[in-house]
Nanobody, 127 residues
């Protein structure tokens, strides 16, 4: 399993930008599906974006056009570029990984699909 460490969270004003990073320690990073989830206080963990091992990306509807997920296999790292941030984007953001052949969006939307999780990084957007 991959060990994951997120960074890049912080406090930003509405309309601002942040870039989150997630560094993985495993040797099989290039074969892993990678994803970002978020969890606001009192709410369930929700899918934000994912990228397959082949580079296909998926996004939750509310972040399409504002967030961009990418991966750098040479650095064993994925990124989440977040622009035009809104107060409702405030949450703890978690990185997730799974090494599997089955990398479909239907499965990846569920938190139960993922095998490894990072510790989370707080993103707070002030309005």
């Amino acid at each position: 399993q991959e060990q994951l460490v997120e960074s890049g969270g912080g406090l930003v004003q509405a309309g601002g930008s942040l870039r989150l990073s997630c560094a993985a320690s495993g040797r099989t990073f290039s074969s892993a599906a990678m994803g970002w989830f978020r969890q606001a206080p009192g709410k369930e963990r929700e899918f934000v974006a994912s990228v397959t091992s082949s580079g296909t990306t998926y996004y939750e509807d509310s972040v399409k056009g504002r967030f961009t997920i990418s991966r750098d296999n040479a650095k064993n790292t994925i990124y989440l570029e977040m622009n035009s941030l809104k107060a409702e984007d405030t949450a703890v953001y978690y990185c997730a990984a799974k090494i599997t052949i089955a990398q479909t969006i239907g499965a990846m939307r569920s938190p139960f699909y993922w095998a490894s999780w990072g510790q989370g990084t707080q993103v707070t957007v002030s309005s």
